[in-house]
């Protein structure tokens, strides 16, 4: 059977932020430093519950055991995604069953050691979250932002291919076409939904796109030219007016500072 030429093209709402950002997790014997945690609240010995602060660390619910709890790193602050989500996600296992199997699992790999354990517990974590921020989008938000956005029926896609293709030179005709709507529309409805208009939207993830090259060794003119923007100058001015700071200052994850004379973020210490 041939498919057709003309079928559209399906874009993926967490791939590129999966890619511009890798999701990090490493497996936690306490709740002090931890971010993601499985836990009954039922007082069964089951699991129950998941709960993930994208933003935060913190203790337990009043009345919650703890199963099983990891520390997640999703390029805190300098990924635009773990910004708009919210404070703390919790979830019913009951809700999504394939979540309860992946969770005992974990917490089955945590009760007994075996070779392999920790890989085991950090793979199956990283499963957890991108389920977790998938839950999070499907119940959408009532606030304006990049999370009501890729919540959105239409303007996801517009925003994946945005997200897919940041070197392209996007028009709005283009992106409404996408959406499957007017124009007019398109940018009404955008900026509705996502709380600023399509350009100013493009150009804050360009930035926060070029940012993550920076981090990852890319020069100032590579990291330009890969997330669409004319020339290295005209990066280097639009990255200090969002960031404060200039593009050459920003030193590849894993260097000890930040950036000259700027406080290391403990969640992204490098350029975040």
């Not at 709740?31 to 039922?42: C, G, K, P, V, Y």
């Not at 010995?45 to 993930?52: A, D, I, R």
């Not at 030179?169 to 409805?189: M, P, T």
């Amino acid at each position: 059977m041939i498919e057709s030429l003309n079928m559209p093209q399906r874009y993926d709402r967490l791939a590129a932020f999966l890619q511009a950002f890798p999701l990090r997790v490493e497996h936690c014997d306490s709740t002090a430093s931890a971010n993601l945690f499985i836990i009954d609240t039922r007082g069964t010995g089951e699991p129950s519950h998941l709960l993930y602060r994208a933003k935060s660390s913190g203790g337990l619910p009043v009345g919650a055991t703890l199963c099983a709890a990891a520390r997640v790193d999703f390029g805190g602050s300098a990924n635009p995604l773990v910004g708009a989500l919210p404070d703390e996600l919790c979830f019913p296992m009951d809700e999504m069953p394939q979540l309860r199997s992946l969770a005992e699992l974990i917490v089955a790999e945590n009760d007994v050691a075996r070779c392999g354990g920790s890989t085991v517990q950090t793979r199956l974590s990283e499963v957890v979250v991108v389920l977790a921020i998938r839950r999070a989008i499907a119940r959408g938000t009532d606030d304006a932002g990049l999370l009501a956005g890729l919540a959105h029926p239409l303007l996801h896609m517009s925003l994946g291919a945005m997200h897919d293709d940041p070197a392209r030179k996007w028009q709005i005709a283009d992106l409404s076409a996408i959406a499957g709507i007017s124009r007019a529309q398109f940018i009404e409805v955008f900026k509705k939904t996502v709380g600023e208009p399509p350009g100013a939207y493009l150009t804050r993830w360009r930035l926060a796109l070029g940012r993550a090259h920076l981090r990852s060794g890319r020069s100032v003119k590579s990291a330009a030219a890969r997330v669409g923007f004319g020339s290295a100058e005209a990066f280097s001015r639009a990255f200090r007016r969002k960031f404060g700071y200039a593009p050459g200052k920003c030193k590849p994850h894993g260097d000890n500072d930040e950036v000259s004379n700027r406080t290391t973020a403990i969640s992204n210490p490098s350029c975040g």
